[in-house]
């Protein structure tokens, strides 16, 4: 069934106007016609059935004919500092964070960051994320939306508080003595997990300390020299693994 988001707050027999990209994608990329089902999520975990009443050039309109039982979110909150890196790869990492069911991503400027980005253009480049975002919750059938803070400095970011049960790791290519695998089998299950993902020319000393000063674990995913992004996915993917819900069931 295809899925679309929309911005209202939905109920059941109500009618609701999809416009923009939306409307755009049902009327002349899946040239869909009134009286066509289709399912619609508000981005805060809620999905309904509805049908196409009436499509023309300014939208089109849908109603909402009842409230079906969406999937569950991740048993474990996940929330992704990750350093700004090239558009591209960056892309993919939004993409592949959202499906894999993180809670929360957070660009950061440290300072190996080569990519900056001007205020004037800030704005533009947060719909372009939560474009992506939504294109990735549409793929998987994700009804809510992860959180999207705007990028914040490196020594901001380790600043906030965490959830107190939360397990705090930074992923650092040199370190030589503490693995990811180690620290989830030393700590147990954690239901808050904080991970930072450095640029492409990684972590300085400085920022290290300051992280470890942060209460952050320092760990390694092993001998290879991984890709910032292919270090974000990994990590998510072996969290959800462990802990969250890449299987049939969760584990408790």
Same mark, same amino acid.
């Given at each position: 069934?295809?899925?679309?988001? !929309?911005?209202?707050?939905?109920?059941?027999?109500?009618?609701?106007?999809?416009?923009?990209?939306?409307?755009?994608?049902?009327?002349?990329?899946?040239?869909? #016609?009134?009286?066509? *089902?289709?399912?619609?999520?508000?981005?805060?975990?809620?999905?309904?059935?509805?049908?196409?009443?009436?499509?023309?050039?300014?939208?089109?309109?849908?109603?909402?004919?009842?409230?079906?039982?969406?999937?569950?979110?991740?048993?474990?909150?996940?929330?992704?500092?990750? *350093?700004?890196?090239?558009?591209?790869?960056?892309?993919?990492?939004?993409? #592949?964070?959202?499906?894999?069911?993180?809670?929360?991503?957070?660009?950061?400027?440290?300072?190996?960051?080569?990519?900056?980005?001007?205020?004037?253009?800030?704005?533009? #480049?947060?719909?372009?994320?939560?474009?992506?975002?939504?294109?990735?919750?549409?793929?998987?059938?994700?009804?809510?939306?992860?959180?999207?803070?705007?990028?914040?400095?490196?020594?901001?970011?380790?600043?906030?508080?965490?959830?107190?049960?939360?397990?705090?790791?930074?992923?650092?290519?040199?370190?030589? #003595?503490?693995?990811?695998?180690?620290?989830?089998?030393?700590?147990?299950?954690?239901?808050?997990?904080?991970?930072? !993902?450095?640029?492409?020319?990684?972590?300085?000393?400085?920022?290290?300390?300051? *992280?470890?000063?942060?209460?952050?674990?320092?760990?390694?995913?092993?001998?290879?020299?991984?890709?910032?992004?292919?270090?974000?996915?990994?990590?998510?993917?072996?969290?959800?693994?462990?802990?969250?819900?890449?299987?049939?069931?969760?584990?408790?």
């Amino acid at each position: 069934m295809r899925r679309f988001f !929309v911005g209202d707050v939905l109920a059941e027999d109500s009618l609701i106007s999809l416009t923009g990209k939306e409307a755009n994608h049902i009327r002349n990329v899946l040239r869909m #016609k009134p009286g066509d *089902a289709l399912n619609v999520m508000d981005g805060k975990g809620h999905l309904f059935e509805a049908s196409i009443e009436k499509i023309h050039h300014k939208g089109v309109e849908v109603k909402i004919i009842k409230s079906l039982p969406a999937p569950s979110p991740s048993p474990i909150q996940i929330h992704l500092g990750q *350093a700004l890196i090239k558009s591209r790869p960056m892309d993919l990492l939004i993409q #592949k964070a959202t499906e894999l069911g993180v809670s929360s991503i957070t660009p950061f400027f440290s300072e190996r960051t080569n990519l900056r980005i001007k205020n004037e253009h800030l704005s533009r #480049k947060m719909v372009h994320w939560e474009g992506i975002m939504k294109a990735a919750c549409k793929q998987t059938g994700r009804p809510n939306l992860p959180t999207l803070y705007p990028p914040l400095a490196f020594e901001a970011f380790i600043a906030n508080p965490p959830h107190q049960e939360t397990l705090k790791v930074l992923l650092w290519e040199a370190e030589k #003595k503490t693995d990811l695998n180690s620290i989830l089998r030393a700590t147990g299950k954690k239901l808050h997990v904080v991970t930072i !993902v450095g640029p492409e020319g990684g972590f300085t000393l400085k920022e290290i300390r300051l *992280a470890m000063d942060a209460g952050f674990r320092i760990v390694s995913l092993g001998s290879r020299i991984l890709r910032s992004d292919t270090a974000a996915i990994t990590f998510v993917s072996i969290i959800q693994y462990e802990w969250g819900d890449l299987s049939l069931r969760y584990r408790k």
